[in-house]
């Protein structure tokens, strides 16, 4: 089970890139790693899942090194509304892939 | 309708009572969970069924009683609850369990009060 780490909190300011690293030091090699949203009051929803190197959604990217020890969500020119929790999902199969953390509390302000 | 749904959204109940919360898949898949959220807490996995399956209860109590008829419902029938159960109960349906690109979608949620 890939543990993950990432930071409790981030603080941006609208039209900025956002990065958010989580890391993954014993991902194995069958581990996907899968990226949530989640609002308050409201269920987590999916934004991108990636197994290596770089994957774009029109929602986001995820930047993952070739050692796939870390993966770096990045949010183009984020606004107010993209205030909200990250998880970080890491894992190959049950329940390594439902087990989220603390996840990252992303504040954007004006 | 699409997605998964939940009812009800909203449920105050006392501690001798006894209610259901119901879960509803239209995406054709074949795993379905629930979860629990506390106040500033993670989110807790509860119960796992996979092709109706029940392959997960992560430790919790008796008092929770999951059912699952059919891959695209499921019900979390609730008995004797004491106050620290109150949360949002959160659904998702994934495809299947057991895959390492298991990408979860999730209802909106039951608020549930428990006094």
């Known amino acids: 089970l890939a543990k993950t780490t990432q930071p409790i909190s981030m603080d941006s300011y609208e039209g900025q890139e956002v990065n958010i690293t989580c890391s993954h030091n014993n991902i194995a090699t069958n581990d996907y790693i899968t990226w949530y949203q989640q609002f308050p009051s409201q269920g987590p929803r999916f934004i991108i899942q990636?197994?290596?190197t770089k994957v774009t959604n029109e929602v986001a990217s995820l930047f993952i090194p070739a050692d796939r020890k870390s993966s770096t969500l990045s949010l183009p020119r984020v606004s107010l509304s993209d205030t909200a929790v990250y998880y970080c999902?890491?894992?190959?199969?049950?329940?390594?892939?439902?087990?989220f953390g603390k996840g990252t509390m992303l504040l954007v302000s004006p | 309708e699409t997605g998964v749904t939940q009812t009800p959204r909203h449920l105050v109940m006392g501690m001798t009572n006894k209610k259901s919360l119901k879960c509803e898949q239209h995406l054709g898949h074949n795993a379905m969970y629930w979860y629990k959220q506390s106040a500033k807490k993670p989110l807790e996995l509860m119960f796992v069924y996979n092709f109706k399956e029940q392959t997960e209860n992560n430790s919790v109590p008796s008092r929770f009683s999951p059912e699952c008829p059919n891959s695209s419902h499921l019900f979390l029938h609730l008995h004797t609850l004491q106050p620290e159960d109150s949360a949002l109960y959160l659904c998702a349906s994934s495809q299947e369990a057991d895959s390492g690109a298991n990408v979860l979608t999730f209802g909106a949620g039951s608020r549930l009060t428990v006094l």
């Open positions: 990636g197994y290596k």
């Open positions: 999902l890491v894992g190959d199969s049950g329940y390594s892939t439902l087990t």
